[in-house]
């Protein structure tokens, strides 16, 4: 059953956003981690030293292993950040930063 | 676990850990005692600088000199599993007045041992590409390093080979009739030992009172900003000549001066911020927005990076700034090794050979003297 039935939410309509180019669907208050994995994504992020694969751990904003960049901002955390229409998400590979 | 051995560390810090490996290398059978995990305390709440730049000449500075040696010796080994780095400390002064005072500072440490290197105002950028344009110049230390506290301390533990009992507390320490130590009683028994060394960092004041002696180890917070992750941007270990002023400074109320290091796991470090407000634990934004302003002085980059929490700890502080280490003769049996301040994981090592080589009958290679824990005992309670 789909969690939104279960909770009685009636969320506003959807909106689209990108992940790596590619389009998928958000809901209003949905926050990045949320959206991603309604769309089967588990894990966007790659770890500093030996590029392992990193997606929500706490989901609720303590570990800082959600890391994602979103709209060219690296280091935020997809557990916490809420989605707007148009947000561009993007695999985050190590730091997420280019020197 | 056999109830009786050589000797008790009350602390599972990174002093009582330093204690613990040179005193079982001296042959000693060790038992540490912890009321929570190791460096639960502040050692698990602080930086790992092991400075001799802010050291002024004394018996602080001597200990920093024989502490740095033997980390040295210990990184040969162990250095990768504690991400020790022999980074080098570079002090930065923005005025001609402040320059001139880290250079009357320089003479005298290296008078005493300590390599200082002046480094010309457009010389600084060679060392430090991200540096504020515009300072007055600065001194580089190359025998400054830095280790991961938490790995140092359980890394040091592990290698000890001591038994470890965390998760116990001490509520007594057992004296015989003649007033020698005997011992400590915990929440889970005794423990029979005739040496007892208090390494309980910023309660080491309580555990001496417990043995019946006055010891005034008081708290002085400081609060530490962590940023994102970031590529290698700070290489040494960076601060500001006002933070040496601070170090040594007397007062209560809040100091911040502007401390910048990168971390091997990525994350910035900034500190450092001084206050005497007890076990006050409370996050205090005003102390936090300081230290983010002093770092963004001295590296400007930082004003784009995002800051990604804060902690504090609590520095176990003695009136004098020097910790107590050595036999208390008011308790035969008990020995001191706490109150560091803000250089308890640097002065860790050479800490614990001092109170190993006591504890096993030997000379310590330093005077013990200025260390004294009597030493507080003419003052008004
Ligand atoms: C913000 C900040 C930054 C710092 N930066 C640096 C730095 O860069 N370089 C540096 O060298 N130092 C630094 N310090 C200082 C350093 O952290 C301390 O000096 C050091 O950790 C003290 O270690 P310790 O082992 O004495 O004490 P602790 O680590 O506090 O260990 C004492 C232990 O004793 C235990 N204990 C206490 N009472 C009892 C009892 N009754 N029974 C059982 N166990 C008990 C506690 O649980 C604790 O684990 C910093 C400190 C702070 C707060
Ligand atoms: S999953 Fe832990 S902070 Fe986001």
């Not at chain 2, 008790?8 to 995990?37: E, F, K, N």
């Amino acid at each position: 059953m789909n969690p939104l039935e279960w909770a009685g939410a009636r969320p506003g309509p959807a909106f689209a956003v990108t992940f790596d180019g590619r389009e998928i669907e958000a809901l209003p208050g949905q926050t990045v981690a949320a959206a991603l994995w309604a769309a089967g994504v588990r894990s966007w992020r790659t770890t500093r030293g030996e590029g392992r694969p990193r997606g929500v751990l706490c989901g609720i904003g303590v570990c800082f292993d959600c890391l994602v960049t979103v709209n060219d901002r690296p280091n935020q955390r997809a557990c916490l950040v809420p989605l707007r229409p148009g947000d561009a998400i993007r695999t985050q590979e190590g730091t997420g930063h280019h020197d | 676990m056999r109830l009786t051995c050589d000797v008790v560390i009350v602390g599972a810090g990174m002093v009582g850990a330093a204690c613990a490996l040179y005193a079982s290398r001296a042959g000693l059978d060790v038992i540490v005692v912890d009321r929570g995990p190791v460096a639960g305390g502040t050692t698990g709440a602080g930086e790992g600088n092991l400075l001799v730049s802010d050291k002024e000449p004394g018996p602080e500075l001597e200990l920093a000199l024989l502490s740095a040696r033997l980390w040295t010796e210990l990184a040969d080994d162990l250095g990768d599993l504690f991400e020790y780095e022999a980074k080098g400390g570079v002090v930065v002064a923005a005025a001609a007045a402040e320059l001139a005072a880290l250079d009357r500072l320089a003479d005298g440490q290296r008078a005493a041992g300590v390599r200082a290197e002046a480094v010309d105002a457009d010389r600084l950028r060679d060392l430090e590409p991200y540096l504020a344009p515009g300072l007055a110049g600065g001194f580089f230390y190359p025998q400054d390093a830095q280790v991961m506290p938490t790995l140092a301390a359980a890394h040091l533990l592990r290698v000890s080979g001591a038994r470890l009992s965390a998760g116990r507390t001490v509520t007594g320490v057992l004296r015989g009739a003649d007033g020698a130590v005997r011992g400590v009683r915990t929440d889970r028994g005794d423990l029979h030992a005739p040496a007892v060394v208090n390494a309980a960092g910023t309660w080491g004041g309580e555990l001496a009172a417990l043995a019946g002696v006055r010891l005034p180890v008081l708290p002085r917070r400081g609060f530490v900003l962590v940023t994102e992750p970031l590529p290698r941007r700070v290489r040494h270990k960076v601060y500001a000549a006002d933070y040496v002023a601070d170090v040594a400074s007397d007062s209560a109320a809040l100091q911040t001066s502007p401390v910048v290091e990168g971390t091997a796991a990525g994350p910035v470090l900034i500190g450092a911020s001084r206050e005497r407000v007890g076990f006050d634990r409370s996050f205090a934004l005003p102390v936090v927005r300081a230290l983010a302003a002093g770092a963004t002085r001295l590296f400007p980059f930082l004003s784009d990076v995002r800051a990604v929490r804060a902690y504090l700890g609590f520095r176990p502080y003695l009136p004098d700034h020097l910790p107590a280490i050595g036999p208390d003769l008011r308790a035969p049996g008990l020995l001191h090794a706490c109150g560091h301040e803000g250089a308890g994981i640097g002065l860790a090592t050479g800490t614990g050979q001092l109170i190993a080589r006591v504890l096993s009958g030997q000379a310590p290679e330093l005077d013990l003297t200025p260390f004294a824990p009597e030493r507080f005992t003419e003052e008004a309670v």
